[in-house]
């Protein structure tokens, strides 16, 4: 039982460069969900899926896709990378409402 | 989600308890009080949540008034492994619409030293 895996954990982009943030969960959680850490600001919630074909957007959606076609893998696609998008990605994700929410390890990423 | 209130940093002795407190006097009846904490540079792990009676688990025990207006996070027996920043979250169990989304404060900085 591996928990929630976040890859890469590190990673330079150049600005308007694309990548995709990966993170799975062998857990069969329902709830996932994409949150950024910058200094000073908490964690914002970018994306979230409340099941496979389901997703939403959360409060700092701009410039980020996201889809759920499995349980398992809730992906974070970066179009086009700006420097303002340089923070540390954490995804969460919870059995149902009677849990709290599982974070990956993160993945810090830099934006130049 | 009900605004908190918690001391922005704690100092405890390795193996004395941690009291943990933090206030949420406009808490609604269906919100659920949480506890999560961050070691530096990792993801945010959580602790224990309760509703209105006292809970406990293998990590903490979660102690809420009666007028549910505040609450206290105890480590029984800290160590130096509990160095974190510690959050309190008041919000509903199942948010449909507006985002399963939870809201970290400033959280407090519990020190555990030798």
């Known amino acids: 039982n591996a928990g929630v895996t976040q890859t890469p954990k590190f990673q330079v982009l150049k600005t308007g460069q694309s990548m995709t943030l990966q993170c799975a969960q062998d857990?069969?959680?329902?709830?996932m969900s994409w949150y950024r850490q910058d200094p000073g600001m908490g964690l914002r919630l970018i994306h979230y899926?409340?099941?496979?074909?389901?997703?939403d957007q959360g409060e700092v959606p701009n410039g980020y896709n996201v889809s759920r076609s499995t349980t398992e893998d809730f992906p974070l696609r970066l179009l086009s990378a700006a420097p303002s998008q340089t923070s540390v990605y954490f995804c969460?994700?919870?059995?149902?409402?009677?849990?709290?929410?599982?974070f990956g390890s993160g993945t810090r990423l830099t934006v130049v | 989600d009900a605004k908190t209130t918690q001391p922005p940093s704690m100092d405890c002795a390795e193996g004395r308890a941690a009291n943990l407190p933090c206030n949420h006097s406009?808490?609604?009846?269906?919100?659920?009080v949480y506890w999560y904490r961050q070691i530096h540079s990792q993801g945010p792990q959580y602790i224990i949540h309760?509703?209105?009676n006292n809970e406990t688990n293998e990590m903490a025990s979660l102690i809420i008034t009666e007028d549910r207006k505040s609450s206290t996070l105890i480590l029984p027996h800290a160590t130096l492994r509990d160095t974190a920043v510690y959050y309190c979250?008041?919000?509903?169990?199942?948010?449909?619409?507006?985002?399963?989304?939870?809201?970290f404060g400033t959280g407090t900085q519990l020190k555990v030293e030798l």
């Open positions: 969460a994700t919870r059995l149902n409402s009677n849990y709290g929410y599982t």
């Open positions: 857990m069969n959680h329902e709830y």
């Open positions: 899926s409340v099941g496979a074909g389901i997703t």
């Open positions: 406009t808490i609604s009846g269906n919100e659920y």
């Open positions: 309760g509703l209105k």
């Open positions: 979250i008041v919000r509903v169990a199942y948010v449909t619409g507006g985002g399963n989304k939870l809201t």
